[in-house]
């Protein structure tokens, strides 16, 4: 346990620690580390996170005021005393160059990385900051003494050997020989260091991989819709709008408490800013979402005056429901995702696979503009929803599900397709004969108003047969009253067939169907009469 007013010298450093900011407790824990490499605690009282303050060895107290000159002089930055400000809902304040071995390369990213802090966000330099440390690593390991002068194409390839065998995503390789790329280039260019032009070239560097969007099953959301009731009342909120509108996490804990608008016609809109393009958007929601949010505002304004706190969600004092004490601060990025893995953990929620799910608040954005490009929704009306910049940007959502590849390519060909969008051929003319093509149809699926299912009868029941009559999502108008009305005349036909030759399953799945289907159409028909 560590203890008010404790200090602890590590390399050279002294942390000075205080009460919690929030809650005052004394008591913490260690959880972590940042990008930057330092240190993270935890409040054991109210779970806040925090970084220590960092002090000379011959400091008394902590550095309190706004001092760029003296901070620059240290090898650990905080960008609270330059003045720059930290990431969006994070607690990551901290640049750490101490594990920088050489000190020509620690002078020089210290030099280069002052230039970047007042053109690019916080976030982005201690990006940076940990690729020049991953360089700082190799040449420790192979080329302990080495000097500027020294280095040459053929320790650049073996710096990109270095990082394919870390098992990193070709992503992460980009990233850091890009890094150390733009790095060279501004030491060669500013006379930094006496280094040879055109040390990384672009053979260097991987192909990143393509890869598909993060979204949410639809099994595993399921799940997570069943036990929202689990969750502490405003994470409960931040899902469902998470589900409908896909915003970033930074944007979505820094929602103003004003966030509605709406229009002459009586339609709601949601006003939010986006951190990462630096603007603020505009875009059109349902009234259920518009419900929810007008629920967290009478919340709000039930625990805080508009003086005290003006956004729409809260941190909390006590992370796990039902002792969820609301604060008056900004909820921290990871208080939701950790909120939604614990109850993963708790209630199984698993993906097909049976593994249990792991959530990331970006998963809902991906999961969104898949949704909406599945559901024919133009591109570029995706692109101005999500807020992207380019199309290029909205074409990473942009991935087509089989089942709504085998629909499009049947539409356009007229003929039937299997799940990879081939012709499927008959086999057997004999097949064709009325009575087996309904059975084929009716008898090993169960009725569907667009088509029919091909499961067959000896396989596991589906778990989303005729999900939408038996989804408390559904929703539908007289429009389809006599769509309906068919349906119920198919699903009979197919209970009484199967009831005559014992197949239960069939009887049983048809049954929650029928019965669906007799109170929607009571229920329009007198909805059609009272009209």
């Not at 040449?139 to 098992?167: G, M, V």
């Not at 197919?494 to 030759?501: V, Y």
Request: overall charge positive; some cysteine.
């Amino acid at each position: 346990m560590i203890r008010n007013q404790k200090a602890i010298q590590n390399q050279n450093k002294v942390y000075q620690f205080i009460n919690c900011t929030r809650c005052k407790s004394t008591s913490f824990r260690k959880n972590g580390k940042n990008p930057s490499g330092t240190q993270i605690y935890i409040c054991k009282r109210c779970y806040k996170t925090f970084t220590p303050e960092v002090l000379d060895v011959n400091q008394e107290f902590p550095e309190t005021s706004i001092n760029p000159k003296l901070e620059y002089s240290k090898d650990v930055w905080d960008c609270r005393a330059l003045g720059v400000e930290g990431g969006v809902g994070k607690s990551s304040y901290k640049l750490n160059f101490v594990p920088i071995k050489q000190d020509w390369l620690k002078q020089t990213a210290k030099t280069y990385l002052k230039v970047c802090l007042s053109s690019i966000t916080f976030a982005s330099v201690q990006e940076k900051l940990g690729s020049i440390r991953k360089l700082s690593k190799f040449l420790a390991e192979n080329y302990p003494d080495i000097i500027p002068e020294n280095i040459d194409r053929d320790i650049i390839t073996e710096y990109t050997i270095y990082l394919a065998s870390q098992k990193l995503a070709s992503s992460t390789r980009y990233k850091c020989i890009s890094d150390a790329k733009l790095l060279f280039d501004a030491a060669y260019q500013y006379q930094w260091l006496d280094v040879r032009r055109y040390l990384v070239r672009p053979e260097d560097f991987p192909k990143i991989e393509k890869r598909l969007p993060r979204y949410i099953p639809e099994e595993v959301m399921q799940q997570l819709n069943q036990y929202l009731d689990d969750l502490a009342e405003p994470i409960m909120r931040m899902v469902l709008v998470l589900q409908e509108c896909g915003m970033r996490i930074s944007e979505l804990v820094n929602l103003s408490f004003d966030c509605l608008l709406q229009d002459k016609s009586g339609d709601w809109f949601l006003k939010y800013y986006q951190f990462k393009m630096k603007k603020e958007i505009t875009i059109p929601i349902s009234r259920e979402v518009v419900r929810v949010i007008q629920e967290q505002q009478k919340y709000i304004r039930k625990h805080f005056t508009q003086q005290e706190f003006n956004y729409l969600f809260c941190a909390n004092v006590g992370a796990i429901r039902p002792n969820f004490v609301p604060s008056p601060h900004v909820m921290m990025r990871k208080t939701l995702p950790n909120h939604l893995n614990r109850l993963a953990q708790r209630r199984k929620i698993c993906d097909n696979s049976g593994n249990v799910w792991h959530f990331q608040t970006h998963q809902f954005r991906h999961t969104v503009g898949t949704r909406m490009i599945n559901n024919g929704v133009p591109q570029h009306i995706v692109q101005r929803y999500l807020g992207h910049e380019s199309p290029n940007m909205t074409a990473v959502y942009a991935h087509i599900h089989d089942q709504t590849m085998k629909e499009e390519i049947a539409k356009f060909q007229g003929k039937v397709v299997n799940i990879a969008g081939q012709v499927v051929e008959p086999n057997d003319l004999q097949a064709d004969i009325a009575d087996l093509q309904w059975f084929k149809r009716n008898i090993q699926a169960q009725a569907l108003p667009n088509g029919s299912c091909a499961l067959p009868t000896i396989s596991q029941g589906c778990p989303h047969a005729n999900a939408c009559l038996t989804c408390t999502h559904f929703r539908t108008t007289t429009e389809y009253l006599l769509e309906h009305k068919q349906q119920l005349e198919q699903a009979n036909q197919i209970i009484q067939k199967a009831e005559a030759n014992g197949w239960v399953r069939q009887v049983e799945m048809n049954q929650k169907v029928k019965s669906n289907l007799e109170k929607i159409i009571a229920r329009l028909e007198a909805d059609s009469n009272d009209g």
